[in-house]
């Protein structure tokens, strides 16, 4: 049990308590407020003139899957034998023992979706994890499969048609790869629920994958930069009326209407740094505050290691720079992360029954300068700046 005392809390709910207290019990969030008394046998944390906010939230990183001083053995990203793979499973790749986990924690950031690459038209399962807790990946998921990693543009093109030959060569081929996979899935699921029980049809990993995006009990993750992939994505969800959230998004602020008018969540980014390749031509920090005001859920992502996870307060920032409010930034990387990831029961605020990752801040997250001094997970300490943890 804790007792974190006489901070000033940004619940990350519309309210901000000055010189409040939050009692955490069996790892949850059990209150919060002024004037609370520490529960016999708490152990208590002194907020005295730190900011207490949720741990932040990243909704589409690599972490664990591609791994610090990469070379092809620590390398886990990218399944590169076939355009469609939906039965790989980042839980089957994480390695919480790369030296990013605790990196990662150390700068306040408390929950990640790790996801297979964009090599691949459809890549696996993600994985939603804590950063810290445990050496073993099944003790860190708060949720598998989280999602499906789908890819368009540039990357599913250079892997197979520069490299191999092969299709995709072009979007078109992209698109086509893309509705095959779904169509045959839908097929093979209305086999399954319509024939007899001795007569069902003959089991298919990659078909049985894409179930749950068909039963819409999970959504695509579609990894789409240029206007034109993004619209393509719009276009093939609805198709297959399945679910989706838009990754990276770069030129999403050109298009902002026609994605609010589809009401998909998008995941901005990585921003920070240079433009790479063609189709992050139009990225901008602005892009956040545009969808914001669109009515889009947003949030921010450094697509780790792309840019570092420890960097994801820097790209808040960064937003607010670009027109972004503070408020909203933080929002960002906090509560919208969740929202988009469909866990904000969990996490991404600190409200009385969630889980009880908070963090301590010197000053705001928002300036270059601050630090992480405390970071609960779960209900426990995992890391204090200049202590043993």
Same mark, same amino acid.
């Given at each position: ?11 990350? *709910? ?8 939050? !009692? ?7 209150? !919060? ?74 700068? %306040? ?10 090599? &691949? ?17 099944? =003790? @860190?998921? !708060?949720?598998?499969?989280?999602? $499906? ?19 995709? $060569?072009?979007?078109? %081929?992209?698109?086509? !790869? ?25 089991? &298919? ?33 609805? *198709?297959?009326?399945? &679910?989706?959230? @838009? ?7 050109? #298009? ?18 240079? /433009? ?51 408020? *909203?930034?933080?929002?960002? #990387? ?6 988009? $990831?469909?866990?904000?029961? /969990? ?9 009880? =990752? ?8 928002? =300036? ?8 609960? #997970? ?12």
């Amino acid at each position: 049990m804790l007792f974190v005392k006489n901070g000033k809390v940004m619940t990350m *709910e519309g309210q901000t308590l000055d010189g409040a207290s939050i !009692i955490v019990k069996d790892g949850k969030i059990a209150e !919060i407020g002024s004037g609370l008394a520490a529960p016999t046998g708490a152990k208590v944390v002194d907020a005295q003139g730190m900011l207490v906010l949720p741990g932040f939230v990243d909704a589409h990183t690599h972490l664990g899957v591609a791994g610090t001083a990469m070379r092809w053995e620590g390398d886990d990203v990218n399944e590169h034998t076939d355009p469609v793979t939906p039965h790989m499973r980042t839980l089957d790749a994480i390695n919480p023992l790369d030296e990013s986990f605790a990196e990662t924690m150390r700068s %306040g950031v408390t929950a990640v979706a790790t996801s297979p690459g964009s090599a &691949n038209i459809i890549g696996g399962q993600i994985a939603a994890i804590k950063t810290a807790g445990s050496i073993r990946a099944d =003790d @860190l998921i !708060i949720k598998f499969p989280l999602a $499906m990693k789908c890819a368009l543009g540039e990357n599913p093109k250079n892997a197979f048609g520069q490299s191999k030959k092969a299709q995709p $060569m072009t979007r078109m %081929g992209s698109a086509a !790869i893309f509705r095959e996979a779904f169509y045959k899935a839908k097929e093979y699921l209305r086999k399954k629920e319509t024939a007899e029980p001795d007569k069902t049809p003959e089991y &298919n990993a990659k078909h049985e994958a894409l179930i749950p995006v068909l039963k819409k009990e999970i959504p695509i993750h579609i990894h789409a930069h240029r206007a034109d992939d993004i619209h393509t994505a719009l276009r093939l969800a609805k *198709e297959f009326d399945i &679910n989706a959230v @838009l990754i990276h998004c770069s030129s999403g602020h050109l #298009i902002s209407g026609d994605i609010a008018d589809a009401g998909f969540p998008a995941v901005i980014g990585p921003t920070f740094g240079f /433009r790479t390749k063609p189709e992050t031509y139009h990225k901008t920090f602005e892009t956040v505050n545009v969808l914001n005001k669109a009515g889009i859920l947003t949030c921010i992502t450094t697509d780790h290691p792309v840019i570092p996870l420890e960097h994801l307060n820097i790209c808040a920032a960064l937003a607010v720079q670009a027109g972004l409010s503070e408020e *909203e930034a933080l929002k960002s #990387i906090t509560i919208y992360a969740a929202k988009v $990831m469909g866990l904000e029961d /969990r996490i991404g605020s600190i409200k009385a029954g969630k889980d009880a =990752d908070i963090v301590l801040w010197d000053k705001s997250p928002l =300036d270059p300068t601050s630090r992480a001094r405390t970071v609960i #997970i779960d209900g426990k300490i995992v890391y204090e700046h200049g202590g043993e943890k």
